[in-house]
């Protein structure tokens, strides 16, 4: 064992053991359950109601004296010799059991008391009242034992962490109605954009995860090997030239909805496993994605924050006005006192450095550019707000700007100093798309390693003709973010990528997956 091992497990071994215990007790309830002829893991259970039903029809339900069969996880135990008060919970709330000696006789009742634990699943059988407390309940007539939690729950009073509650997220969700009731919505905003898109008569589709080439970003690609086919092949780092394709085909609205992979660092607002929306729309420019962009973003706003305004920390951002809108180097400008596009190479990298920003090898102009609005405009940009007008070396698939020289047509949106969005109008000049592949390659060479490859396929694709078109790109865990007032994207994925606890061992790969 290493001595950061030691180091780990010392302070925890008194836990450690106190645990073993409590599991060892479990597991001899469990024995003594069977003994005594119950199953402990039935195959199915015969719900009449849930808890948001039994609450809802409460009134018909006493009134008729109807008994129900409800279902779920015990969630406490507290009570006197003859009898036991147990919250139990289903995945909406909790419905109190009342439990009765003089019910369920004395063996059943023994049951329930000395061998069924907090975090035992059970089914209860009996008709609805309220106790003197007003507490709605269910007099519980007879109960089915469904399955047996050998390890214990944590103490309720203990707060989880952000690691645990990301690492166990079962435990969360055990725990924490907020938690659940956070992935609701973040399926009911799901189901609103796909309404919205619908609305707006787009087609849904779905398009590679496995590529034979990444593209559509500058990003690092996860990369696996097909052992069939012996080729190299990638996580998808973007939807985009695959959706493009589909332009070319003559579907002139798509959408997807899609899990990305990039291999870069985390924080607060990256995880390497991402939900983005991307869309496409024909004869359409980037102004006509703004619109379409600003209208998505108010409708979820009006129907998931407080008519229109969205609570995010200590901000309240209104969604209802227009989206404020700001040029890249305008504002990029303003904050460095000068006109970054005048500065040569040297004297941007300078700059660069004293903002702290590395540079050197694979740092070419565009990522320093990028590097500095992140540092100094974007944590200003609180209220929703468009930045428009990006140099043409931060854009290599955009269309170059049709008034301005060096700029390129591409809005990304902003809100609490995050990026929401990114848009394009779409190069579909196939020679001049191949000519920015040729600088991107420069990029690598030159130790880029985020550059785009060359992608002969989706070249030759566009000299097939595509009609101008708009493209969209929209962070979808980075507005479910927003929307439930979360600071942390591990809080809106359910099963968000860690680090390795120093006493976990990455398991030896015996797949015969070959080596880069």
């Known amino acids: 064992m290493s001595d950061r091992q030691q180091q780990r497990s010392g302070p925890d071994r008194p836990a450690q053991q106190n645990l073993e215990r409590l599991i060892a007790g479990r597991r001899e309830k469990l024995e003594r359950l069977t003994e005594q002829g119950v199953e402990p893991y039935p195959y199915a259970y015969d719900r009449s109601h849930t808890s948001t039903e039994i609450r809802a029809q409460e009134q018909s339900l006493t009134t008729a004296g109807t008994r129900v069969r ?66 709605l309940s269910i007099a519980v007539e007879d109960f089915t034992f469904l399955a047996k939690s050998i390890r214990p729950l944590p103490e309720k009073y203990h707060e989880l962490s952000l690691e645990v509650r990301s690492r166990q997220r079962y435990l969360d969700l055990i725990m924490n109605q907020p938690t659940r009731e956070r992935f609701r919505l973040r399926a009911a905003i799901l189901a609103e954009v796909r309404a919205f898109f619908a609305t707006e008569d787009f087609l849904e589709v779905e398009t590679p995860v496995l590529q034979p080439l990444y593209g559509g970003a500058t990003a690092l690609p996860f990369t696996t090997h097909h052992n069939a086919l012996d080729m190299r092949l990638y996580l998808r780092i973007a939807d985009e030239l695959y959706l493009k394709r589909l332009i070319i085909g003559g579907l002139e609205k798509v959408y997807e909805i899609a899990k990305d992979f990039r291999n870069e660092g985390m924080d607060r607002t990256h995880n390497p496993e991402f939900t983005m929306l991307e869309c496409y729309a024909a004869y359409w420019d980037y102004h006509d994605m703004l619109d379409l962009t600003e209208r998505l973003l108010r409708r979820l706003a009006e129907r998931f924050g407080r008519a229109g305004q969205v609570p995010y920390g200590e901000q309240t951002l209104d969604f209802t006005q227009p989206f404020a809108r700001v040029r890249f180097l305008d504002a990029l400008a303003e904050r460095l006192g000068c006109d970054p596009l005048a500065l040569d190479d040297d004297a941007l990298a300078e700059l660069a450095r004293k903002h702290d920003i590395e540079t050197g090898p694979g740092k070419g102009r565009d990522k320093l550019l990028d590097e500095l609005f992140g540092r100094l405009v974007e944590p200003t940009l609180i209220q929703p707000t468009f930045v428009l007008d990006h140099p043409q070396e931060l854009s290599p698939l955009a269309k170059a700007h049709r008034s301005e020289t060096g700029l390129v047509e591409r809005f990304e949106l902003f809100a609490c100093g995050f990026e929401l969005a990114n848009a394009f109008s779409e190069l579909n000049d196939a020679h001049e798309q191949r000519a920015r592949f040729a600088a991107q390659q420069a990029l690598q060479r030159a130790g880029d390693a985020e550059a785009q490859p060359l992608d002969e396929d989706f070249l030759q694709a566009l000299e097939y003709g595509m009609p101008p078109t708009a493209g969209l790109g929209v962070g979808f865990d980075r507005v479910i973010m927003l929307l439930t007032d979360s600071h942390n994207i591990r809080d809106v994925l359910l099963f968000p990528h860690l680090r390795p606890e120093p006493h976990q061992e990455q398991p030896s790969d015996a797949r015969g997956d070959q080596p880069e």
């Open 70 to 135: 409800y279902a779920g996880r015990i969630m406490a135990k507290r009570g006197t010799g003859k009898t036991l008060f147990v919250p139990i919970q289903d995945d909406a709330g909790q419905i109190q059991a009342y439990f009765r000696k003089d019910d369920l006789g004395v063996e059943r009742f023994k049951q329930i008391q000395k061998l069924v634990d907090i975090g035992d699943w059970i089914g209860v059988e009996g008709s609805v009242f309220r106790t003197k407390s007003n507490e």
